[in-house]
């Protein structure tokens, strides 16, 4: 994972920019168009997830995650001057890049962050919520709930408010693969519909969504198909926008939580 070499690069960086005075700077980031979101991530990959997590998520007792609040620094120029001058006394160096580079490394670094400071619902309500409506029997949090669907710290630590009220609201808008499921009906006309999980010629295995597993002769089926919609049910029109917000602002908080 973490080769030898990379260390001593760091470290080496962090020796010559340690001496460096702070470098001039505007006050505002223009570097903030998705183009420089991105290549600021291209930066952040090599430079920053060995220590800090792809998603910023950082690791307990080592780094703080990114992703929740900074304690360092406020301001995007606080960012900016915290690249290059490092922590001292800390493991966090500074680092040599261009004005350019700096920023749209600020502007990554925001975009963890900003997407989950914009949730304004209620945390508390979202995880009653979060359980009264099912959500738990898809999508486990720790130890408790359901496997179908995915674990939505994940997704919440590099999603926006508006991404994720989509993925609720309109979950076959954009469907993984992975999610595709298979519905037979049986010669008894018995519909069995849930995810692939082993298949040959002649069988089928499959669990349905409320997390039986069935085998199936499927010599013997009446028919068969991949189905493509997404597993998960529409909460269009079954949570209010004061409910969405409350479910979103939960969200964030698990992603924002360190373990
Ligand atoms: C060698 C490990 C290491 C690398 C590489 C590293 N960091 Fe850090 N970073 C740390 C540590 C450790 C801290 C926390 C220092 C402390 O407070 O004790 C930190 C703190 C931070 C903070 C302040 C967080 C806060 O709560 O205020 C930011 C922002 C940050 N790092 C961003 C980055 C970025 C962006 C990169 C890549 C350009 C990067 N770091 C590379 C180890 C690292
Ligand atoms: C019947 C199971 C089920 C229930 C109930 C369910 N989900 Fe899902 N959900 C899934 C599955 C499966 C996926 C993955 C679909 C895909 O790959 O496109 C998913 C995807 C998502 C995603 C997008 C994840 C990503 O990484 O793209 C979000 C966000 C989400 N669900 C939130 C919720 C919330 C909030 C609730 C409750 C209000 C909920 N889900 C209820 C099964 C469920």
């Given at each position: 994972?973490?080769?030898?070499?990379?260390?001593?690069?760091?470290?080496?960086?962090?020796i010559?920019?340690?001496?460096?005075?702070a470098?001039?700077?505007?006050?505002?980031?223009?570097?903030?168009?998705?183009?420089?979101?991105?290549?600021?991530?291209?930066?952040?990959?090599?430079?920053?997830?060995?220590?800090?997590g792809?998603?910023?998520?950082?690791w307990?007792g080592?780094?703080?995650?990114?992703?929740?609040?900074?304690?360092?620094?406020?301001?995007?120029?606080?960012?900016?001057?915290?690249?290059?001058?490092?922590?001292?006394?800390?493991?966090?160096?500074?680092?040599?890049?261009?004005?350019?580079?700096?920023?749209?490394?600020?502007?990554?670094v925001?975009?963890?962050?900003?997407?989950?400071?914009?949730?304004?619902?209620?945390?508390?309500?979202?995880?009653?919520?979060?359980?009264?409506?099912?959500?738990?029997?898809?999508h486990?949090?720790?130890?408790?709930?359901?496997?179908?669907?995915?674990?939505?710290?994940?997704?919440?630590?590099?999603?926006?408010?508006?991404?994720?009220?989509?993925?609720?609201?309109?979950?076959?808008?954009?469907?993984?693969?992975?999610?595709?499921?298979?519905?037979?009906?049986?010669?008894q006309?018995?519909?069995?519909?849930?995810?692939?999980?082993?298949?040959?010629?002649?069988?089928?295995?499959?669990?349905?969504?409320?997390?039986?597993?069935?085998?199936?002769?499927?010599?013997?089926?009446?028919?068969?198909?991949v189905?493509?919609?997404?597993?998960?049910?529409?909460?269009?029109?079954?949570?209010?926008?004061?409910?969405?917000?409350?479910?979103?602002?939960y969200?964030?908080?698990?992603?924002?939580?360190?373990?």
């Amino acid at each position: 994972m973490y080769s030898g070499k990379h260390w001593i690069l760091l470290a080496g960086l962090a020796i010559a920019v340690g001496v460096l005075p702070a470098q001039e700077r505007s006050e505002m980031n223009s570097f903030t168009s998705p183009a420089d979101v991105a290549a600021g991530g291209r930066l952040y990959r090599p430079l920053c997830s060995n220590c800090h997590g792809q998603q910023g998520q950082g690791w307990p007792g080592f780094t703080p995650n990114l992703a929740g609040k900074l304690h360092h620094v406020s301001t995007d120029g606080d960012i900016y001057d915290l690249l290059h001058t490092g922590i001292p006394g800390t493991d966090m160096p500074g680092f040599n890049l261009s004005e350019r580079e700096t920023w749209q490394v600020v502007a990554f670094v925001r975009a963890f962050a900003n997407d989950l400071g914009q949730a304004t619902g209620d945390a508390d309500a979202g995880a009653e919520l979060y359980r009264d409506r099912g959500c738990i029997n898809c999508h486990r949090v720790g130890d408790e709930g359901g496997r179908l669907g995915p674990d939505l710290r994940a997704t919440a630590a590099v999603s926006s408010p508006d991404a994720l009220r989509q993925a609720i609201t309109d979950p076959n808008r954009s469907v993984h693969p992975r999610s595709f499921r298979a519905r037979a009906v049986t010669e008894q006309g018995q519909v069995v519909e849930g995810v692939r999980l082993n298949e040959d010629s002649f069988s089928l295995q499959v669990l349905t969504t409320d997390g039986q597993l069935v085998s199936l002769d499927k010599t013997k089926l009446r028919s068969f198909a991949v189905v493509s919609d997404s597993p998960m049910p529409s909460y269009q029109g079954r949570l209010s926008d004061k409910e969405l917000d409350d479910v979103i602002a939960y969200l964030a908080r698990l992603a924002a939580r360190e373990q």
